[in-house]
């Protein structure tokens, strides 16, 4: 099932997320490792049951289980810490800057994958979730360790298409 899943679910007016679903994630210049941990990592975030079911499905095909562990890994923590980090930026006050979060992120340090995939998974959801601190962030990351910025912008574009498919998805569920 997988992806084909996702787009068979898709309403009309979801057409061209339908379309660019399976070409974002099946084209991708990235490796596939990273296109899917990427994906995976993003329906962890977007939260829908049918996108995180039918692509954790399939990217288990593609993942090591060590790997499907460090995208879920990389949703959950990014969960946590884009709260936080937007909300620090967000209030504007300089002196919170200097405060400790004193929140456990030991996943970072050791996320069982390459640390370079584990960034880009962690980009890629905050893309979903609007930090800009964290996405300046792992992009500086991303970019020091030899990413391309057409590598990111693949990791942006499965961000955009698995996010809008479980908004579509969502949105059907809520009107049914």
């Known amino acids: 099932m997988g992806l084909d899943a996702v787009k068979a679910a898709l309403p009309e007016y979801a057409k061209d997320i339908r379309l660019n679903l399976g070409s974002t994630i099946t084209t991708s210049t990235l490796k596939p490792e990273q ?10 975030a977007a939260r829908n049951p049918v996108v995180l079911r039918e692509i954790a499905g399939e990217a288990a095909g593609h993942l090591t289980p060590e790997a499907v562990e ?27 800057a ?16 390459e640390k370079v ?19 300046e962030s792992h992009e500086k990351t991303l970019r020091a360790a030899g990413f391309s910025r057409d590598q990111v912008h693949e ?10 498919a479980a908004v579509a998805l969502d949105a059907e569920a809520a009107l049914a």
């Open 98 to 113: 200097s405060l400790p979060a004193r929140l456990r992120m030991q996943i970072i340090a050791r996320p069982g994958v």
């Open 35 to 44: 296109a899917w941990g990427t994906a995976l990592a993003c329906a962890v």
């Open 117 to 135: 995939d584990f960034e880009l998974w962690s980009l890629a959801v905050s893309a979903i979730t609007g930090c800009g601190v964290c996405l």
């Open 155 to 164: 990791a942006l574009r499965i961000a955009s298409v698995v996010h809008a």
């Open 70 to 96: 460090a995208a879920k890994g990389a949703a959950t923590i990014m969960a946590m810490n884009n709260v936080y980090y937007r909300a620090k930026h967000l209030i504007g006050d300089e002196q919170y």
